[in-house]
Nanobody, 123 residues
Framework: QVQLVESGGGLVQAGGSLRLSCAAS????????MGWFRQAPGKEREFVAVINWNSGTYHADSVKGRFTISRDNAKNMVYLQMNSLKPEDTAVYSC?????????????????WGQGTQVTVSS
């Protein structure tokens, strides 16, 4: 079992930055693939970024060059650094975990989810 708790969301102006954090419980955290997803009102959940145990990453085209996923296995933490934010980045951001070691980009592949944190970017 893995429990995930996100933090760091808030209101920011376009062009600004935020750093989201995801705290994970469980002694085997370092073996989990961790993903960030987002969901805007009236839209489907969207893949943002994913990272594996040795920090191999993949970012969605819509955030590439602006967002960076990272992890600290010693602290059981995953981060999403978001720069050059745009109003279209407004959504609830959630972290997710999967134990199979694959950089999945589909939300259906993930077994564990946090409750999400709201990010609002004003124009």
């Amino acid at each position: 079992q893995v429990q995930l708790v996100e933090s760091g969301g808030g209101l920011v102006q376009a062009g600004g930055s935020l750093r989201l954090s995801c705290a994970a419980s469980g002694r085997t955290f370092s073996s989990y693939v961790m993903g960030w997803f987002r969901q805007a009102p009236g839209k489907e959940r969207e893949f943002v970024a994913v990272i594996n145990w040795n920090s191999g990453t993949y970012h969605a085209d819509s955030v590439k060059g602006r967002f960076t996923i990272s992890r600290d296995n010693a602290k059981n933490m995953v981060y999403l650094q978001m720069n050059s934010l745009k109003p279209e980045d407004t959504a609830v951001y959630s972290c997710a975990a999967d134990s199979r070691g694959v950089l999945f980009r589909s939300a259906y592949e993930y077994d564990y989810w946090g409750q999400g944190t709201q990010v609002t970017v004003s124009s």
